[in-house]
């Protein structure tokens, strides 16, 4: 292999007018299929009154309609189990997945061909070679292996670096931290958030990750591998780096990733995905440095295609020179923001999950959080911060904590938090997507 810090050198370093003509010959051959194979976008397209010949290059792009996931959900309602979106049989697939399931929604189910997973893992293969995984390095998987898509792509990945892979299933806790330490793993895969909680269980059992063999981690999952102030906390936890990515079970696979050079975001796949910013309200594009929501094009999963679907991702997008690294795909600045419809709205103030989370993070005093939300009197909205101390930090918490709560009221236009801690072990841990919001409000002010 050679010693390119780009897993493609080609399309990574591409002129930027090349890669828009490559988008544009993709997604001319992505719609045609789409249609002729397609029944959900067949209907989607002939609804729109566009005619695939058309299409003929990136600028046809916006004359497309966009695909939304309550469209999905409904065409799996109606044909079930997996909807009429497919553009191929179902026997052509070798295995099942469905998101990661989210309260009171309908997973989305989804299916994937031998060609799909080679294509899965080409895309997660752009972020390890990326972030500097190489074929001696040993992978540990903090990953349950089940249903949702999670890490499946990445294990994959590894496999065809030559990288070796570490798998740790339904593995609890303090054994994953002990095969880490047995097995000399370089890399650990996990949610920023489970980083932690190795971490932790690690102090708990004496081992030295600072000292230990692992050097890098590589994250996804939630927003929070891109907030500063958390991903110095596991970096420090961990005497490793950390590279965040992003990806979603509607894809297969990442969109993007954190390179080498760490520049604070992530950066797009591009010739592999084209990836639009809109204004969620209007459905108009925003421009470099304006925050919208995220609308994915993929074009290399065969069984599904993905033509603006709309994310409800909120991202910042700003050129690719704004990294040393040489790329020339655009980066998401600070990664994955949060969703759109995270907003909390607290008498009249917005209150985004991801901003308290990287307001809280700068206190290394604080372990586990919850952001809890209730109803004072049956009608004054209160929102709190419940915290357990880390242990070894007990001195001078009392007064950190205090300097928090100033920091949350100063950065939410004076709306008061009520700062509360709890004992050890009273929050809720999480391995997959962490949530750290309860609301108990009798009405629920979200956006
Ligand atoms: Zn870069």
Known sequence: ?????????????????????????????MVARAHAKSPFH?????????????????DDLKRLPFTTREAWMECQGQVPMFGDMLAQPVDDAVRYHMTSGTTGRRPLRVLDSRLDWKWIA?????????????????????????????????????????????PSGNMTTPNRVRVIEEMGATV??????????????????????????????????EPAGSIPATKKMIEAQWGAKVGDTAGMTELGTIMMFECAHQPGGAHVIEDHFVEEVIDPATGKEVGYGEQGERVVTSFGRGMI?????????????????????????????GGILGRVDDMLLVRGTNVYPRAVEAIVREYPVVDEFQIR???????????????????????GAEQAVAALQKDLVRNHEGLNF?????PTGTLPRFELKANRVKDDRIVKGGA
């Not at 067949?42 to 990136?58: C, F, N, Q, T, Y």
């Not at 295609?305 to 600045?333: A, H, N």
């Not at 939300?373 to 070894?392: A, F, K, N």
Request: hydrophobic share 35%; with cysteine; aromatic share 10%.
């Open 305 to 333: 295609p993905v033509i603006r679907y709309r994310t409800r991702d909120l991202v910042v997008k700003v050129p690719g020179s704004r990294c040393r690294c040489g790329r020339t795909f655009d980066l998401y600045e």
């Open 418 to 422: 009520h700062v509360e801690r709890v």
């Open 188 to 221: 650990v895969c996990a949610t920023p958030t489970y980083a932690l909680r190795m971490a932790q269980e690690a102090r708990e059992l004496g081992v030295d990750l600072v000292n230990g063999s692992v050097q890098r981690l590589i994250v996804s999952g």
């Open 42 to 58: 067949r209907r989607l397209l002939d609804g729109a009154g566009v005619k695939p010949e058309r299409i003929r290059g990136l």
């Open 373 to 395: 939300l209730w109803t004072e009197e049956g009608i004054r909205d209160e929102i709190g911060v419940r915290y357990e101390v880390r242990s070894g930090h007990e001195a």
């Open 122 to 166: 080409e895309c997660w293969c752009y972020g390890f070679h990326g972030f500097g995984v190489r074929p001696h390095d040993r992978v540990f998987f903090a990953f349950s292996y089940a249903t949702f898509i999670g890490f499946w792509g990445a294990h994959y990945a590894c496999e065809k670096m030559g990288a070796m892979v570490l």
């Open 1 to 29: 292999m050679s010693d390119s810090p780009y897993w493609n050198p080609k399309t990574e370093t591409m002129p930027r007018e090349d890669l828009r003509r490559l988008q544009g010959k993709k997604l001319r051959a």
